[in-house]
Structures are given as C-alpha cells and as structure tokens.
C-alpha cells in the first residue's frame, strides 16, 4: 500500500489534484458576509489559471505521445504492406517456380545441417554409453544383474558405431549452400505454400464426399434389393 500510494503522490494527476484541494474557497455566512478562506494544504497554493496551464501541458503531452506511437505503428504497417505487394508481382510475374525451387533448397541445406547434427550427438552418446559399459564390467560383481557378461561386446559396438556417425560428420562437415529469399520472396512462398494446402484440403473434402456418396447409393441398391426379393 505505501508503494501505491507513493507511486500516485508522484504522477502528474495527483499533483493536479493537490492543486484543486488549495484552491481558494468562498464560504457565505448566514448574515450575507462572504469569508475567503484556503482549504487545508500540504504544498505551496495553485490558483485556478496555474491548475488549468497545468492540466492543459499534461493532456498536450499524452496527445504527443499518443500521435509518436500512431506514427510508428503506421510505419509499420506501411512496410508490412510494401513487403506483400512486392511479394504479389513476384507471382504475377511468373516466379512461383523459382520461388519454390529457393525454398526447397533452403530445406534441403536445413535438413543437411540437422543429419550432422544428429551424427555428431549420436556419436557422443555412443561414446558416453561405451565408456560407462566398460566401467561397469571392470565394477566388482553385482548379485542380481543380469547381462554383465555382455557389457565388452556391447561396449565394443557402441565404439564402431561411434566411429561411423563421426565419420558421417566429417564427410558432411562443409554446410550446403543455398539462396537466400528476401522478405518479400518468403511472404510470397508462404502465400503458394498455404494456396497449395488449400487445393489439398479441398481434393481430400471432394473425394471424401464422393466416396460418401458411392457408399450411400450400395446401401440404398442393397436396401432396394432386399425389398424386392
């Protein structure tokens, strides 16, 4: 609570209201005299005019703030429309194609990079289990363990094994090349990318109906049949 309350005493708002609580106040006595009197105060008096000026700088200075952030969210929104506008004359001009043909490179290079990274942590974990194979055969008998017998066969595999991922790794260890796409190259991809599962999901909504509707028209046939036997 003393946090909150001295997180209001220190805002703009709060002053302002400080300011109309030692604001002069009239009082009018039951004999007509008018008596001037100040309300309690913590701080120096504002007048009205002080109070007004104040206010006044506190609503110009949200209305600046509020026009910066319009201004940039509009930027924003401006660079997002040019980017898809671009991205459309690619397809209007012909470059699905070759658009395609960038991006399934970029897969490619990604799965490339992904199977040496697999080899290498493959290899690692081979290494680690063979090492801890051995340490175990090497460990006094345990009563009750079963295949401690296998452990230097097992340890042996896990070593070959490891040697043939590190091996992969290093035929593989140069990365595979592969076009870059601009901004509006990758929004113009996602746009065939999704226009591409939508003719999928179509196909596969037709063919399901047609399918539907064969194996309505067998069982009508078969009910048909059976009531005219």
């Not at 980017?83 to 960038?102: F, H, I």
């Not at 035929?171 to 113009?188: F, G, I, N, V």
Request: glycine share 4%.
């Amino acid at each position: 609570q003393q946090l909150v309350q001295s997180h209001l005493q220190d805002s703009p708002w709060y002053s302002a209201r400080s300011a109309m609580d030692n604001v002069p106040v009239s009082h009018e006595h039951p004999s007509g005299e008018v008596d001037d009197t100040v309300a309690p105060a913590t701080g120096d008096c504002m007048d009205f005019a002080a109070l007004q000026a104040r206010a006044r700088a506190i609503l110009q200075s949200t209305a600046q703030e509020v026009r910066r952030h319009y201004d940039s969210i509009r930027e924003l929104v401006d660079r997002r429309l040019s980017t898809l506008q671009a991205g459309k004359r690619l397809l209007d001009s012909g470059g699905e194609q070759a658009l395609l043909a960038k991006q399934a490179s970029l897969d490619a290079a990604a799965a490339d990079d992904g199977l040496v990274q697999g080899a290498r942590s493959a290899r690692a974990s081979f290494e680690h289990a063979a090492e801890l194979l051995r340490a175990a055969q090497a460990a006094p008998p345990v009563e009750g363990l079963v295949g401690k017998e296998d452990f230097g066969r097992l340890a042996e595999m896990f070593e070959t094994r490891a040697k043939v991922y590190q091996h992969v790794a290093d035929l593989l260890s140069e990365p595979t090349a592969a076009p870059a796409l601009s901004p509006a190259e990758a929004d113009a991809v996602r746009w065939v990318e999704a226009r591409h599962e939508c003719e999928r999901a179509c196909a596969l909504t037709a063919e399901g109906c047609s399918n539907m509707a064969k194996s309505t028209a067998r069982n009508s046939r078969r009910v048909c049949d059976a009531a005219c036997a």
